[in-house]
């Protein structure tokens, strides 16, 4: 990887670290839903995140 290529956006992961954070405190991994409330974001907007860290590679779902 070339110095100029970034992995990902500084707003891209804030939600890894929002997550990591969230799950060590309160032992669960957070819902969608409490990341909308974090970030001040519209529901369709968090979504569209989690599936791009997905399809990069810096988050995994797992079913519930």
Sequence with gaps: ????TKPFTPTQGQYP??????????RRPPTETDMQEYFRVSPPSV??????????????????
């Design 1 to 4: 990887m070339s110095p100029s």
């Design 17 to 26: 670290a929002f997550i990591h954070l969230y799950t060590w405190l309160h």
């Design 47 to 64: 979504h569209q995140m989690v599936l791009t860290l997905e399809r990069a590679g810096l988050i995994r779902r797992q079913p519930i």
